[in-house]
């Protein structure tokens, strides 16, 4: 099963409605939000972090950046850092590494989302490839990862 496949099952057991776009072939969020034409802000990038020795998929909209200091402190954290490829691509192994969607909690991870992704009514994102995106809610989003809202990303 691929990641879309994945997604796109849970979606339909839950009862969210989705849209599925392809675009050429491109690897930051922003050069998707470009070819997709879409404002970056609604597209949501996943980065991946060591917060006090557990993985976790941080999830910001595409111009921004993570703030460590600020993620720290936001979760009350020891010890936080950008996670090496090799502590993750073993979790995502229906994923090209770096297309992982914001809904890892269907991996196991949990996820924190940056509070500047929730004032949009809906989110853009990969949807396990650097080929497709993937159209969600912003409210279903939340109804169906729960993610630990909090405010750790700067503007580029």
Same mark, same amino acid.
């Given at each position: 099963?691929?990641?879309?496949?994945?997604?796109?099952?849970?979606?339909?057991?839950?009862?969210?409605?989705?849209?599925?776009?392809?675009?050429?072939?491109?690897?930051?969020?922003?050069?998707?939000?470009? $070819?997709?034409?879409? #404002?970056?802000?609604?597209?949501?990038?996943? *980065?991946?972090?060591?917060? +006090?020795? &557990? /993985? %976790?998929?941080?999830?910001?909209?595409?111009?921004?950046?993570?703030?460590?200091?600020?993620?720290?402190?936001?979760?009350?954290?020891?010890?936080?850092?950008?996670?090496?490829?090799?502590?993750?691509?073993?979790?995502?192994?229906?994923?090209? $590494?770096?297309?992982? #969607?914001?809904?890892?909690?269907?991996?196991? *991870?949990?996820?924190?989302? +940056?509070? &500047? /992704? %929730?004032?949009?009514?809906?989110?853009?994102?990969?949807?396990?490839?650097?080929?497709?995106?993937?159209?969600?809610?912003?409210?279903?989003?939340?109804?169906?990862?729960?993610?630990?809202?909090?405010?750790?990303?700067?503007?580029?």
């Amino acid at each position: 099963m691929t990641c879309r496949e994945r997604l796109e099952r849970y979606f339909r057991e839950n009862g969210v409605k989705y849209q599925v776009q392809s675009h050429p072939e491109v690897y930051t969020a922003q050069e998707v939000a470009a $070819v997709e034409h879409i #404002p970056g802000r609604l597209m949501a990038k996943v *980065v991946m972090a060591m917060i +006090d020795g &557990a /993985l %976790t998929a941080l999830v910001l909209p595409a111009p921004h950046r993570v703030e460590m200091p600020k993620l720290k402190a936001a979760l009350g954290a020891k010890d936080a850092r950008l996670a090496r490829e090799q502590e993750f691509a073993n979790v995502f192994t229906d994923c090209e $590494v770096g297309a992982m #969607p914001p809904f890892a909690n269907l991996y196991q *991870v949990p996820v924190v989302a +940056d509070r &500047a /992704l %929730t004032e949009d009514p809906a989110i853009v994102f990969n949807a396990g490839s650097h080929r497709e995106t993937m159209t969600v809610a912003a409210a279903d989003f939340a109804r169906l990862v729960s993610p630990k809202v909090a405010e750790f990303s700067v503007p580029r």
